[in-house]
């Protein structure tokens, strides 16, 4: 069914046409949250091209809206001819590349760590990544460059340029002279990040992003202060109350039941794994959630809601480690609910290494992230953190938050100061002050043109 509709997708960008010869035009390469609040404020002024490695039907319904008439969904596939993927076929010869790599190693012996072979051990598993990858990357990168031939964008976004998608977009786009912006994805957290910064400029929400960039040797120059315009809209949700009691009247609960929210990371396990190996060690990712459920499973009138990270793959795991622990009817799990509607439903907000713990900060709930002997992986100002080797003091402090209104006073008035840590002005002004910097962006990308 979606290859149908990719094809009928097609066809209707084919019908609208390429956008205004003269007009400016935007490639955004990024989740659809990044680009959906910052659509509102472009309409008529330039076309979208909102380019994705495979077909999003959201996206899809979006251009088809009246009020998105200039936005158009397109895949790499789309600017590559039959007569051209043909080719590519007969170019690429994966097996005849993986046995030259394979026979490189072997010779040179580029591998040996301390005199033992490593390529022994990892050489089978990147010869078969060769063979199954290497004809699709090669079609992508072919179509990448295709469609910046075509289009002739004037800039570039995206929102990580270190997945091997957007950091080929990125190479194409700057062999033709098209600047890019990578928008920040949240709090810049761990050494993935440490990667040299492959777009022109990195867009990040405040200064705490800032400093650590400057500090991990990102020149500053190269470093925008916008805001998240993602969350310019998170504190006007309408109905905050009614979000709350919709959500007790779902799973059976009084309508003065304190809600405790804990924001999960995806669990990297040996049985399954698809997140990137990061600083989020699994046997912490246990500690928070059985932390969390034992704080609440005494404490009347107040019930836990795990939310699951949206790429987690082993929700059974978190089950069955409640289920072991007698703690399984006392907490709620949840994948699939807006995480906005129940940030705005829940009393605490409890974090390990998600940004949902901005979000906290944006609605004004008071909000502790768990840490491991205050490392500040995320970059908090304050010491109002959950220790993960003291079980008994981090439970002490969620109830103590929970059932002390003078203590949640006190935590909401400390995180004024994390809120302008992490957000510059508060973030009230992030989408005109990132709409600001693609202006100035795209002008000088258009005198260089003129010139």
Not at 301 to 309: G, Q, S, T, W
Not at 356 to 365: D, G, H, M, Q, Y
Not at 391 to 415: A, M
Not at 423 to 442: A, P, Q, T, Y
């Amino acid at each position: 069914a979606k290859k149908i509709l990719s094809m009928a997708n097609l066809l209707i960008i084919r019908l609208k046409g390429d956008g205004d010869e003269g007009g400016r035009k935007i490639i955004y390469s990024c989740a659809l949250k990044f680009m959906e609040p910052l659509l509102d404020e472009t309409h008529g002024r330039e076309t979208i091209y909102y380019l994705r490695p495979v077909f999003s039907l959201k996206a899809f319904r979006m251009g088809l809206k009246k009020s998105a008439s200039r936005l158009l969904h397109v895949l790499p596939e789309y600017f590559l001819s039959f007569r051209e993927i043909l080719s590519l076929r007969s170019k690429v010869n994966p097996k005849k590349i993986s046995a030259e790599v394979d026979n490189y190693f072997k010779k040179t012996g580029g591998l040996n760590y301390n005199g033992f072979d490593l390529w022994r051990i990892c050489g089978p598993d990147v010869s078969a990544f060769l063979k199954k990858e290497l004809r699709d990357f090669a079609k992508m990168v072919s179509g990448l460059n295709k469609m910046i031939e075509s289009v002739n964008p004037g800039l570039l976004i995206n929102d990580e340029d270190t997945t091997p998608f957007n950091k080929a977009l990125v190479e194409c786009a700057k062999k033709k002279g098209i600047p890019s912006i990578q928008m920040n994805h949240g709090i810049l957290g761990h050494h993935l990040l440490k990667v040299p910064i492959n777009s022109d400029v990195i867009a990040v929400f405040g200064e705490s992003s800032l400093k650590r960039l400057v500090g991990w040797g990102v020149e500053k120059g190269k470093i925008a202060l916008t805001g998240a315009p993602c969350y310019s809209k998170i504190s006007a949700r309408t109905g905050k109350h009614d979000i709350k009691n919709k959500l007790c009247s779902e799973f059976g609960l009084g309508q003065d039941t304190k809600l405790v929210m804990l924001a999960s990371s995806p669990f990297r396990t040996e049985e399954r794994s698809d997140f990137i190996d990061t600083f989020l060690i699994p046997d912490n990712i246990k500690k928070v959630i059985l932390i969390a459920a034992r704080a609440l499973h005494y404490v009347k009138n107040a019930k836990l809601i795990i939310k699951l990270h949206p790429r987690e793959q082993n929700e059974w795991f978190t089950h069955n480690l409640l289920r072991k622990h007698d703690l399984d009817k006392d907490v709620i799990i949840l994948k699939n609910h807006n995480i906005f509607d129940l940030l705005h439903a829940s009393d605490l907000i409890l974090s390990y290494g998600t940004t949902v713990f901005l979000e906290a900060l944006l609605v004004k709930k008071p909000v502790l992230i768990f840490d491991d002997r205050n490392k500040k992986f995320l970059n908090f100002l304050s010491d109002d953190y959950l220790d993960l080797l003291d079980d008994k003091g981090s439970i002490r402090r969620i109830r103590k938050l929970l059932q002390d209104s003078r203590e949640r006073e006190n935590r909401l008035r400390r995180q004024e100061k994390e809120l302008l840590w992490h957000f510059i002005n508060k973030n009230e002004d992030s989408v005109e002050r990132f709409h600001k910097l693609c202006d100035g962006m795209l002008a000088g990308a258009a005198e260089r043109k003129a010139e």
